[in-house]
């Protein structure tokens, strides 16, 4: 049985080793071979087919469309008292007719001043959604700096910040933010999200040094420096990209967590003064409310809290199982 | 081992040190006038600046520090401004309260929580793991304020509305304080509001931990020696299983003495929560620097208590 | 399940002298994309005391076969047809708790990366002893003590004072010495070892490999030894049994196998080796790549890549048939080889997969029919 010789010219007259691999790629194509996808599109697959979290998706998407295009149609109604109207509740069905009781010019009801919970309630949607947002680019921006930095050059600097972020992570944060906030008197949002995004960082740090710590040392990074990249090229290009999986997904959760802690922050009256509303604010006279009652004037800042951080906890996870295909 | 924890106890005073130095400064930098706040604004103006000056808080803070210092090693805390008693006596009073509370959620927290993670684990993808997924991630996404809001409304109000009998509806005690039923009957809300998060978290790792494990190619091996299923997950994978979850419970463990000042507050729990929110309020340093400086403390000393465990735990880590 | 039309060819060792007989054996697994093959019709005897190699590239079933044999397949695996005859039964009959008793106790394995396959946080002593606890039912003091004799016994020095370690102490090669006093410390009559020295230094190969072959003289022991390396093979099997995208194409004793192979993909293999004092300007290479499991091509797997493919090869899977004495191959261009019958196998439940698996299979799928598609030959069930 003559075993089959390779050829180094081929019937195109391609010379040696093209030829060579010309055939070898002809052979490969003979066969049948699976789609190449990207990273990021196969990821986005793989979310897609996540129902929870798709679905979280959207009624987040609903949620920030509210608080966009909500205040807009309500205008100024989220501040106007209405002291002929207080506490009236939503619009609910009842047993006797006609079965629909409530006024349809406030369809989730007053507070002890008459406002419009709806128009209350979207404009809440817009403070706590900004918030998280914003401190969250704002940790990530610091953080994210500070912490490559450290895991990147290691040695004092990397110590120096690895204890301060000890120290401050040791810390009971919410004292100290409430403490920061008193100080300063009232806030505005923007105060707010400059407040947060100065004493929240550090977490991120930590993530993205260990993060860096460990690429650092990988071979694509010392195949780079054996090339001659310069160390900004090396960080920007090689390590960072390959860093951010857990940083999305642990930025996704902190959204959720930064909303809660500005609700708390509201709850205690630290946080956006009145008469401009946030979900927590509009809690902070629950004994009130439930002593009287009231019941919806609790229910609904707390329902969008709850249903807010856990579209984005869900869309996290989502997420973290999209970009890490190690199936839990 | 004992070089390792020297050198850890070493690194340890000298963050607290640390801290102490930011902390101080802080308080003393942030903008506001001392008893500014919670104090009669007609009072005298001479008066305050003459107790302003006989507290040496006219210095600039950094001669203040070192007498500060000096007085936090012989273990005074100075004197809060409100209360006029020593800070420490105010930490006695109010952080058994808190630990109560919170040691209790945290024990429970564990119970409950862990066996949970293990059997969602074993049994993945099944109606059980489902169901504990789902609890898990209310868990997380309901912070302890609003859970104890939600309780207070319906287990306190409403029921009484309805059925004529709620639980209690804040403090520690109704009656005297050695009536035990009494205090278990007014712990139960603010412990669960306390507990579910703790709950979420516990079960979730425990599963995430266990999962792992099970992947691993010695649970292979033990299969292959022929042993049961049994003796495979509970011998060889939770042993393996447990030990980042020692770590995350001892990391944990100083919340146990921060108190949960919202929580607190809502049940009107008299805590360490409580104390530390309303000292921020009025500015009352001595009282805020205490309560940083003891969690500091607690925190590190747990900290290093979570590296010792683990080390203990897990051969492969031995100094 | 039915059986080929041809009577299984067993050429190579009378009925009473087989350990363990694997008949027309099929795994499938269901993963992201559709069926996968891993083990389609394998047919293999393993005579008592001896060694059988299999052999074949990464990806082509063999670690598969031996898993389906322990029966510790992963969740989304299962074996959908054949028989495995170990001592008169048909291990893929028994219960769970039969299987536990037949493993580590008959029937042992050892596995390719000893530095994970020791359970870290228990010592190598009790990890062994464990095992001897379970199946011979002595207590732990008598357990510990022939657990140091077998550490002992595998060449490990000052066994009493080394059972006391960790797994993480030892060496690559001590490990897995003491995987192998772990598997054949109840005197198993069949020991698995897939890959055993693929993670070693050459040398420590070398110990192991005649630990092994010490071990099979001591106690008679039948071996079968999964690897990819022909040298291994050539070193340690008496019977070689080479396979290709989940079929077994050539069986024979290794000499002959070596000598003189029939079947092409053994002949490229065996010519990929370059040989010592032989002149060669360039390797040999086997033109094209393994297959997709996903979608292997249709008749003789190997067909595409066959220098010598012919009329019959892409129309049905040629059967296992002897083409010369003692010596099996699956290839049309011999005159006895002749198509395979249709086989039923059970078709793999639904409930296997995971559904958000399945869309995203189809999802896929969709996007490869948008993309410029390659040819209709696509095998995929999903």
């Known amino acids: 049985m003559a075993q089959e010789v390779v050829t180094t010219e081929n019937a195109v007259g391609q010379s040696g080793q093209v030829a060579q691999a010309a055939e070898i790629i002809q052979g490969y194509d003979e066969l049948e071979h699976a789609p190449e996808l990207g990273f990021w599109k196969l990821a986005g697959i793989r979310f897609l087919h996540h129902r929870v979290a798709t679905v979280s998706l959207g009624v987040l998407a609903f949620i920030v469309l509210a608080a966009i295009v909500g205040p807009i149609l309500e205008g100024n109604q989220y501040k106007v008292l209405d002291y002929q109207s207080p506490y009236h509740p939503p619009v609910h069905l009842q047993l006797a007719p006609p079965f629909l009781a ?39 921006l610091i953080g994210g700096t500070f912490g490559a930095l450290a895991g990147f050059f290691g040695g004092w600097v990397d110590q120096l910040l690895m204890r301060v972020t000890d120290v401050i992570i040791a810390s009971p944060f919410l004292l100290v933010v409430i403490a920061v906030t008193a100080a300063f008197g009232g806030v505005s949002l923007f105060k707010l999200i400059i407040i947060l995004s100065i004493l929240g960082w550090f977490e991120i740090a930590r993530l993205m040094r260990s993060q860096f710590l460990s690429l650092r040392e990988s071979e694509y990074v010392m195949a780079a420096r054996a090339l001659g990249a310069s160390n900004f090229r090396i960080i920007t290009r090689h390590i960072l990209p390959n860093a951010l999986t857990p940083i999305i997904v642990s930025a996704t959760l902190g959204v959720s967590g930064i909303i809660l802690l500005e609700a708390a922050l509201g709850f ?47 869309i996290g996870d989502g997420i973290r199982d999209a970009l890490d295909p190690r199936q839990r | 081992m004992t070089f390792y924890i020297i050198r850890r106890v070493g690194v340890g005073l000298a963050v607290i040190l640390l801290m ?58 100075g004197d809060s401004y409100f209360y006029h008693q020593p800070v420490t006596t105010l930490l006695e009073q109010r952080v058994p309260n808190s630990v109560l509370l919170y040691g209790v959620a945290t024990i429970l927290a564990i119970i409950i929580g862990v066996p949970l993670g293990v059997v969602a684990a074993t049994r993945q993808y099944s109606v059980f793991d489902a169901i504990t997924s789902v609890i898990s991630y209310i868990g997380f996404s309901m912070p302890s304020f609003i859970l104890g809001i939600f309780l207070l409304t319906v287990f306190a109000v409403w029921t009484k509305i309805s059925f004529g009998f709620g639980l209690p509806l804040a403090g520690m005690h109704t009656g005297g304080e050695d009536d035990l039923p009494d205090l278990l009957l007014h712990m139960i809300m603010p412990v669960t509001a306390l507990a579910i998060l703790s709950i979420a978290q516990y079960s979730r790792f425990m599963r995430a931990s266990l999962l792992d494990v099970l992947h691993q190619d010695y649970i292979r091996t033990a299969r292959a020696k022929g042993l049961s299923a049994f003796k495979v997950n509970f011998k060889h994978a939770l042993r393996n299983a ?32 409580q104390l530390a929110f309303q000292a921020s309020v009025i500015r009352d340093y001595p009282v805020i620097l205490g309560v940083v400086m003891m969690v500091a403390v607690v925190t590190i000393v747990f900290n290093l208590v979570a590296d010792i465990a683990y080390a203990a735990v897990d051969p492969r880590i031995r100094y | 399940m039915s059986r080929s039309a041809l009577a299984p060819a067993r050429p190579l060792a009378a009925a009473e002298d ?63 047809g054949g028989h495995i005859e170990f001592r008169g039964k048909d291990l893929l009959a028994l219960s769970d708790a039969e299987m536990q008793e037949i493993r580590g106790n008959d029937i042992a394995m050892i596995f390719q990366e ?12 009790n990890q062994v002893a464990e095992a001897i606890q379970l199946h011979q039912r002595l207590d732990r003091k008598e357990a510990w003590e022939k657990a140091v004799e077998q550490l002992k016994l595998v060449g490990i020095s000052e066994p009493a004072r080394r059972a006391k370690d960790y797994p993480h102490q030892l060496s690559g090669g001590m490990r897995q010495r003491v995987m192998i006093a772990m598997a054949l410390s109840c005197s198993p009559e069949l020991l698995i070892a897939d890959e055993p020295t693929t993670a070693l230094d050459v040398t420590i190969q070398a110990q192991i490999l005649e630990l092994m072959h010490e071990m099979q003289e001591r106690t008679g022991t039948a071996i079968l030894l999964i690897t990819h390396d022909l040298g291994v093979i050539a070193e340690m099997a008496d019977e070689v049994a080479v396979m290709y995208a989940g079929r077994i194409v050539e069986q024979a004793s290794t000499y002959d196998v070596y000598a003189a192979p029939k079947h092409p993909y053994t002949q490229g293999l065996l010519a990929s080796i370059p040989k010592l004092g032989q002149k060669q300007d360039r390797l040999h290479v086997i033109k094209g790549n393994v297959p997709n499991p996903l979608s292997v091509p249709p008749g003789c797997s190997f067909h595409p890549r066959c220098p010598h493919r012919f009329e019959p090869c892409d129309k049905a899977v040629p059967s296992l048939s002897e083409v010369a004495p003692h010596h099996l191959a699956a290839c049309y261009l011999y005159p006895h080889v002749h198509p395979e019958a249709e086989m039923e196998v059970e078709e793999l439940p639904e409930e296997l997969a995971k559904p958000h698996d399945v869309a995203v299979a189809r999802a896929e799928k969709h996007i490869s029919a948008v993309a410029p598609a390659e040819d209709a030959e696509v095998d995929t069930d999903a």
């Not at chain 2, 930098?29 to 500014?36: D, E, K, M, N």
């Not at chain 2, 809502?266 to 360490?272: A, E, M, R, T």
Request: net charge positive; proline share 7%; aromatic share 8%.
């Open chain 1, 102 to 140: 409530g006024d349809w010019h406030h369809p989730l009801g007053t507070d002890e001043v008459g406002r419009d919970q709806l128009a209350r309630l979207v404009r809440g949607a817009r403070v706590s959604l900004t918030v998280g947002l914003m401190a969250m680019i704002g940790y990530l």
């Open chain 2, 242 to 273: 447990v030990i980042p979850l020692i770590t995350i419970i001892a990391l944990s463990a100083p919340v146990i003495v921060q108190g949960a000042i919202i929580t607190e507050g809502i049940f009107s729990w008299p805590g360490i929560g």
């Open chain 2, 20 to 77: 102490s130095v930011i902390f101080f400064a802080l308080a003393r930098l942030t903008p506001g006038v001392p008893f500014s706040a919670g104090e009669n604004p007609r009072a005298n103006q001479q008066l305050i600046l003459n107790r302003i000056h006989r507290l040496g808080l006219d210095q600039p803070w950094y001669t203040q520090y070192p007498s500060y210092l000096r007085a936090l090693l012989r273990g005074d805390l």
């Open chain 1, 268 to 314: 205690l009256g630290y946080s956006i003064p009145p008469p401009e509303p946030s979900w927590g604010n509009m809690l902070s006279n629950f004994e009130q409310y439930m002593l009287g009652g009231y019941l919806w004037l609790v229910l609904f800042p707390a329902f969008a809290l709850v249903t807010t951080a856990l579209c984005i906890n869900l």
């Open chain 3, 18 to 80: 087989v350990i363990l007989r694997i008949e027309n054996l099929h795994t499938h697994f269901r993963v992201l994309g559709g069926i996968v093959k891993a083990v389609d019709g394998v047919t293999l005897t393993i005579p008592r005391g001896k060694t059988v190699g299999l052999v074949g590239e990464s990806g082509c079933g063999k670690s598969i076969t031996s898993l389906s044999i322990m029966r510790l397949l992963e969740k989304n695996g299962r074996i959908v």
């Open chain 3, 114 to 125: 000893p530095m994970t396959a020791l359970n870290p946080v228990f010592t190598v002593g």
